[in-house]
């Protein structure tokens, strides 16, 4: 069994950076696949960003290319999310998951889900 916990929502200024972090215990998560996602209000989870294990592989959202970048640290079980230009649409709160399969980007494919945190962004 894995667990995952997020932690560095919250609220900043458009324009912004924030970088969050995903702890994984319980079982190492440095053989799956790792992704992020994030739901807005009233909305339904999108995919953010996901990495291999390895790490030599990632794939963005259109939205946050160029301005999010996935990374992972296997020795210490976490995978992070720094976000640069955060924009008033990028308010969600952001899961992380991990995947014992092959990387992909829709939620169905991850089988282990963290709580999620809170990222506001104002304009």
């Known amino acids: 069994q894995v667990q995952l916990v997020e932690s560095g929502g919250r609220w900043v200024q458009a324009g912004g950076s924030l970088r969050l972090s995903c702890a994984g215990s319980?079982?190492?998560?440095?053989?799956?696949?790792m992704g992020w996602f994030r739901q807005p209000p009233g909305k339904e989870r999108d995919f953010v960003a996901a990495i291999s294990w390895s790490g030599g592989t990632t794939y963005y959202a259109d939205s946050v290319k160029g301005r999010f970048a996935i990374s992972r640290d296997n020795a210490k079980n976490t995978v992070y999310l720094q976000m640069n230009s955060l924009k008033p649409e990028d308010t969600a709160v952001y899961y992380c998951?991990?995947?014992?399969?092959?990387?992909?980007?829709?939620?169905?494919?991850?089988?282990?889900w963290g709580q999620g945190t809170q990222v506001t962004v104002s304009s």
């Open positions: 319980g079982r190492t998560v440095s053989s799956y696949a």
């Open positions: 998951a991990a995947s014992r399969g092959v990387l992909g980007t829709a939620p169905r494919m991850y089988d282990y």
